[in-house]
């Protein structure tokens, strides 16, 4: 097949743990990774954020990445980007012009809106969209109320491409019953979760050395929602109930410079020092991608306590590690890490059970063992990319299959009149 895959913000080849740059860009270039492996031909399209950076670039054989020309080319926050769609739009019509795609697949709301447009640029019939939302505007506004910087727009236009996109991917369960809320059809619904590259991440090889006895991790984007703060005031519970000698690195952000470069890390950082924490928690800013599994590796436990998540690939990379991971029972979280089997569940914003839950990982090596063996081997048995790729795969013949079918019926009706 040809795929055109089309991600507005989040380009496959950004550095990762910026405000916009994290699971996303990761799906995204994963998912197309290996999907060229399995043989099909693989354009990304995405909005052009440098001016230095190439109009094409060749990733791998059968994967390309477009830089197409859509409001400035320097960063923006995604949530300005909705006046620039429109030329996003244009320009991935104008490639589809050259090669038509047999299939379109979107990611996140404002790459729907792009895609649909696209796909009826040509005379023929609208090429098929099938569209992965990422995350969802209602879902967002429950939780950050007045601090959701979502465009006004959103409220009307996600709805709508849900309902114009000829399949919808969720990648959790939780997703089908919101998707479903928004009023939209759950029979043209697929779930594809997020994959991990079990390769990359595994249990063996070197790990970075902790400055304590006891390691806990926090890895993601630096924004309030990820629930960085529960786990800062969890360490100082910690320090209470016996394991005052515990670091908590923290991973992700804006450079690489420790707290002093990003405005939610000097919150936090704040945070630390007024709990007496401050030569416990580390600032480690962005880091690169191949450096994170011996970070992973370095950990005694992977925290994730965000107030809501859309998917969460951190979780998985921790399990395919072998790492056992503390998680808020929120979204994808609920689906990947099995609560005292891979990990522990935790409500969200819940400093104490936090604690209370790291506390029983501290005191045990055996089950840190246990639980971190178990996590990679549903990571491995579930998430690998391939696994993902498949699915995605059969969500797309279902699309197409579908769109024939529709196409026969209306010519067997016009026969018949
Ligand atoms: N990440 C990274 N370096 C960083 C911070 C994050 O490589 O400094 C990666 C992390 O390993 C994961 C992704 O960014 O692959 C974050 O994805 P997740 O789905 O957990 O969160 P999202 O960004 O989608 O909210």
């Given at each position: 097949m040809r795929i055109a895959m089309v991600s507005e913000h989040a380009s496959p080849l950004a550095?990762?743990?910026?405000?916009?740059?994290?699971?996303q860009n990761?799906h995204v270039a994963?998912l197309s990774?290996?999907l060229?492996?399995?043989?099909h031909d693989i354009r990304v399209y995405t909005r052009r954020d440098?001016?230095?950076?190439?109009?094409r670039?060749?990733?791998?054989?059968?994967l390309e990445v477009v830089h197409v020309n859509a409001g400035?080319?320097?960063?923006?926050?995604k949530?300005?980007l909705l006046?620039f769609i429109g030329d996003l739009a244009t320009g991935i019509g104008r490639d589809f012009?050259?090669v038509a795609p047999d299939i379109v697949h979107a990611h996140f709301w404002m790459s729907g809106l792009a895609a649909l447009e696209a796909a009826s640029a040509?005379?023929?019939?609208r090429v098929p969209v099938v569209q992965t939302f990422h995350?969802?505007?209602?879902?967002?506004?429950?939780?950050?109320?007045?601090?959701?910087?979502?465009?006004?727009?959103?409220?009307?236009l996600e709805?709508?491409v849900g309902?114009s996109a000829d399949r919808i991917i969720?990648?959790?369960?939780?997703?089908?019953?919101?998707?479903?809320?928004?009023?939209?059809?759950?029979?043209?619904?697929?779930?594809?979760?997020?994959?991990?590259?079990?390769?990359?991440?595994?249990?063996?090889?070197?790990?970075?050395?902790?400055?304590?006895?006891?390691?806990?991790?926090?890895?993601?984007?630096?924004?309030?929602?990820?629930?960085?703060?529960?786990?800062?005031?969890?360490?100082?519970?910690?320090?209470?109930?016996?394991?005052?000698?515990?670091?908590?690195?923290?991973?992700?952000?804006?450079?690489?410079?420790?707290?002093?470069?990003?405005?939610?890390?000097?919150?936090?950082?704040?945070?630390?020092?007024?709990?007496?924490?401050?030569?416990?928690?580390?600032?480690?800013?962005?880091?690169?991608?191949?450096?994170?599994?011996?970070?992973?590796?370095?950990?005694?436990?992977?925290?994730?306590?965000?107030?809501?998540?859309?998917?969460?690939?951190?979780?998985?990379?921790?399990?395919?590690?072998?790492?056992?991971?503390?998680?808020?029972?929120?979204?994808?979280?609920?689906?990947?890490?099995?609560?005292?089997?891979?990990?522990?569940?935790?409500?969200?914003?819940?400093?104490?059970?936090?604690?209370?839950?790291?506390?029983?990982?501290?005191?045990?090596?055996?089950?840190?063992?246990?639980?971190?063996?178990?996590?990679?081997?549903?990571?491995?048995?579930?998430?690998?990319?391939?696994?993902?790729?498949?699915?995605s795969?059969?969500?797309y013949?279902?699309t197409?299959?579908?769109?024939?079918?529709?196409?026969?019926?209306?010519?067997?009706?016009?026969?018949?009149?």
């Amino acid at each position: 097949m040809r795929i055109a895959m089309v991600s507005e913000h989040a380009s496959p080849l950004a550095a990762l743990g910026g405000v916009d740059a994290g699971g996303q860009n990761v799906h995204v270039a994963a998912l197309s990774a290996a999907l060229a492996r399995r043989g099909h031909d693989i354009r990304v399209y995405t909005r052009r954020d440098d001016p230095a950076l190439p109009e094409r670039v060749r990733v791998q054989p059968r994967l390309e990445v477009v830089h197409v020309n859509a409001g400035p080319p320097c960063e923006v926050p995604k949530d300005e980007l909705l006046p620039f769609i429109g030329d996003l739009a244009t320009g991935i019509g104008r490639d589809f012009e050259t090669v038509a795609p047999d299939i379109v697949h979107a990611h996140f709301w404002m790459s729907g809106l792009a895609a649909l447009e696209a796909a009826s640029a040509g005379t023929g019939p609208r090429v098929p969209v099938v569209q992965t939302f990422h995350a969802l505007g209602t879902v967002k506004r429950r939780h950050q109320g007045l601090a959701d910087t979502s465009p006004e727009e959103r409220r009307w236009l996600e709805p709508a491409v849900g309902r114009s996109a000829d399949r919808i991917i969720a990648t959790c369960s939780d997703e089908v019953f919101e998707l479903k809320a928004m009023g939209i059809d759950v029979a043209k619904v697929s779930i594809a979760p997020c994959g991990v590259a079990l390769e990359f991440f595994t249990p063996v090889g070197t790990a970075a050395t902790g400055k304590r006895r006891h390691r806990i991790l926090s890895v993601g984007r630096l924004v309030p929602r990820k629930g960085v703060d529960t786990v800062i005031q969890a360490l100082a519970l910690l320090r209470d109930k016996g394991f005052p000698d515990t670091e908590l690195l923290i991973v992700g952000g804006k450079g690489n410079t420790g707290s002093d470069a990003d405005p939610e890390a000097r919150r936090l950082a704040l945070l630390a020092a007024e709990l007496g924490l401050g030569e416990h928690v580390t600032f480690q800013g962005q880091v690169p991608r191949e450096d994170m599994p011996g970070i992973f590796r370095s950990a005694d436990a992977v925290v994730c306590t965000p107030w809501y998540e859309p998917f969460g690939i951190v979780p998985l990379e921790a399990m395919a590690c072998g790492i056992p991971v503390v998680a808020a029972a929120v979204g994808g979280l609920a689906d990947t890490v099995l609560d005292n089997a891979t990990g522990i569940h935790v409500p969200p914003r819940a400093p104490e059970a936090t604690a209370d839950a790291l506390a029983m990982l501290l005191s045990s090596p055996q089950l840190r063992q246990e639980f971190g063996a178990a996590g990679r081997t549903r990571a491995a048995a579930r998430y690998s990319w391939d696994r993902v790729a498949a699915d995605s795969e059969k969500a797309y013949r279902l699309t197409l299959a579908a769109r024939a079918a529709g196409s026969s019926a209306a010519a067997l009706k016009g026969a018949a009149l």
